[in-house]
C-alpha cells in the first residue's frame, strides 16, 4: 500500500496538523494509517475484543442468543455506526430466524451479506 505525499498533506490539513494542534512526523502518520487500514482490511475488532474477528464475535453471540450484540458485531464489521431502527430491527429478525441447524459461518455471512444490500439499496424489509 503506497500513501504519497499529497495524501499525507490532505490528511495534516484535514486533521489540524499544520495549525501546530497535532505533532507528529510522517513516518509516524503513515505507520498509524497503514495500521488502521490493515484493521479494517483484516476484519478483527478493536477495543476490548481486540483480535478476534468479527465473525468469532457473532457466532458466539449468537450462541449466547444476544441477537442485539451479533447484529452489532456486524454493522461493526461493515463500519456502519448508525442505522435506523427498522433496519437495525430486521437484522435482528434475520439472525433469529435462523434455524439452530443452520446457524454456521456461511449461513450467518450470507444473511449479513442479504442484509447490507437491502440496507444499501435503503429498502425496510428482508
Known amino acids: 500500500m503506497k500513501i504519497t505525499k499529497s495524501t499525507l498533506r490532505k490528511l495534516k490539513k484535514m486533521f489540524g496538523f499544520k495549525e501546530g494542534k497535532i505533532r507528529t512526523t510522517e513516518s509516524r502518520l503513515r505507520s498509524q ?34 441477537y442485539r450484540k451479533a447484529a452489532n458485531h456486524i454493522m461493526d464489521s461493515f463500519m456502519i455506526d448508525d442505522v435506523f431502527p427498522e433496519d437495525e430491527m430486521a437484522l435482528i429478525s434475520a439472525l433469529s430466524a435462523l434455524p439452530t441447524a443452520r446457524r454456521s459461518p456461511a449461513d450467518i455471512e450470507a444473511v449479513a451479506d442479504e442484509w447490507i444490500e437491502e440496507y444499501r439499496a435503503g429498502s425496510k424489509s428482508l
Open 33 to 66: 494509517l497503514r495500521r488502521i487500514i490493515r484493521e479494517s482490511i483484516d476484519g478483527t475488532a478493536a477495543g476490548p475484543n481486540q483480535g478476534q474477528t468479527f465473525l468469532a464475535l457473532t457466532m458466539s453471540a449468537i450462541a449466547a442468543d444476544d
